[in-house]
């Protein structure tokens, strides 16, 4: 099994930045690949970025496309979401997520708790 668990969620205003954290245990197969979700009130849960285990292949949503970044340290079990120049529609609970493959979208079978993000105006 896989255990997550996000931190780094917070109230920040439009234009700040966060960083998201998502520490792994258990069982990390080296071909895993790591996302970030989010889910708004009302919304479906959606893909907001992901990045292969090596780090080689990393894919972004239209709508964070140039703002946010994913990056992981193999040896720590840890991927980050940098967060720069947030909006309010940013706002959301984030989830952690991982999946077997080197596919980056797919099922995703590990989550995380999540945590929450409010951008205010």
């Known amino acids: 099994q896989v255990q997550l668990v996000e931190s780094g969620g917070g109230l920040v205003q439009a234009g700040d930045s966060l960083r998201l954290s998502c520490a792994a245990s258990?069982?990390?197969?080296?071909?895993?690949?790591m996302g970030w979700f989010r889910q708004a009130p009302g919304k479906d849960r959606a893909l907001v970025a992901a990045?292969?285990?090596?780090?080689?292949?990393?894919y972004y949503a239209d709508s964070v496309k140039g703002r946010f970044t994913i990056f992981r340290y193999n040896d720590k079990n840890t991927v980050y979401l940098q967060m720069n120049s947030l909006k309010p529609e940013d706002t959301a609970v984030y989830f952690c997520a991982a999946r077997r493959g080197s596919r980056l979208l797919g099922e995703y079978e590990y989550w995380g708790q999540g945590t929450q993000v409010t951008v205010s105006s």
């Open positions: 990045v292969s285990w090596s780090g080689g292949n990393r």
């Open positions: 258990g069982r990390i197969y080296s071909s895993y690949a």
